[in-house]
């Protein structure tokens, strides 16, 4: 099992950027696909991006190009570089193992003037 925390979430204006971190514990980090997750108020958990063990990558269209997800896995540690963030935008943001269906808390995201 991995345990997940993400940290890094606030509030930010439109067209500002922001990095989401999510340090992994408890399990063989590098090995698995990761993923960031979100969901806004009143609507279902949408994928936002993957990467693979070895870097391949998947993005929403609603993120793509603006959002670059990256990890360390020297650090045990996945990221998601937020750009051009917009109002729609505002969720609470997961990072998660797809593969053993392990989540993190959470971290608040909120987009707003």
């Known amino acids: 099992q991995v345990q997940l925390v993400e940290s890094g979430g606030g509030l930010v204006q439109p067209g500002e950027s922001l990095r989401l971190s999510c340090a992994a514990s408890?399990?063989?980090?590098?090995?698995?696909?990761m993923a960031w997750y979100r969901q806004a108020p009143g609507k279902q958990r949408e994928l936002v991006a993957t990467?693979?063990?070895?870097?391949?990558?998947y993005y929403a269209d609603s993120v793509k190009g603006r959002f670059i997800i990256s990890r360390d896995n020297a650090k045990n540690t996945l990221y998601l570089q937020m750009n051009s963030l917009k109002p729609e935008d505002t969720a609470v943001y997961y990072c998660?193992?797809?593969?053993?269906?392990?989540w993190g808390q959470g971290t608040q995201i909120t987009v707003s003037s």
């Open positions: 998660a193992n797809p593969i053993l269906w392990d």
């Open positions: 408890g399990s063989i980090f590098s090995i698995y696909t």
């Open positions: 990467i693979t063990s070895g870097g391949r990558t």
